[in-house]
């Protein structure tokens, strides 16, 4: 199976990584990025716009789809169960923050777009995955170190 110009699937995903960060920022509007490494910082927003992109779009890919049907299904099954976890994670973490949960909602998101990127044979979405992976959960894992110092 090829998607066409677009991936509805990655875009719907994208979106439901999207709403609890959302709501999140929402309820905690005050609370700020505390990890000062600003390599990190930019690495991360790179990994993240790149991600979201390339999870939408079929840029610079001849071909973007799966070698078999069975691969799709392993694309929609993994990343719903993905999403699953992640949302649940998420409330519960908004009423008991711990770094275990900050970090799974860190590495939760880097391996939807990293399972998604090898899935589709899409190769610059695997590489900014890992960009992303390496940037967010450092900074998930500073800014979560650093408020429970103070």
């Known amino acids: 199976m090829e998607f066409g110009w677009i991936n509805l699937f990655g875009g719907i995903l994208v979106v439901l990584i999207l709403i609890p960060n959302i709501v999140y920022a929402i309820k905690f509007k005050d609370e700020k990025n505390l990890c000062t490494n600003k390599i990190m910082n930019i690495i991360e927003q ?6 979201i992109l390339f999870m939408w779009f079929p840029l610079l890919v ?3 789809g799966f070698a078999t049907s069975t691969e799709m299904v392993i694309y929609m099954l993994l990343n719903g169960l993905l999403i699953i976890v992640y949302w649940i994670l998420f409330f519960i ?3 008991k923050k711990n770094m275990g949960i900050a970090l799974s ?4 998101p880097s391996c939807i777009f990293l399972f998604s990127g090898i899935l589709l044979r899409h190769w610059l979405l695997v590489g900014f995955a890992c960009l992303f992976a390496i940037g967010h959960i450092f900074i998930t894992y500073i800014n979560h170190k650093k408020k429970a110092s103070e």
């Open 46 to 51: 790179i990994g993240r716009y790149a991600c």
């Open 62 to 64: 001849w071909k973007f």
């Open 93 to 95: 973490y908004m009423k």
């Open 105 to 108: 909602l860190a590495i939760i």
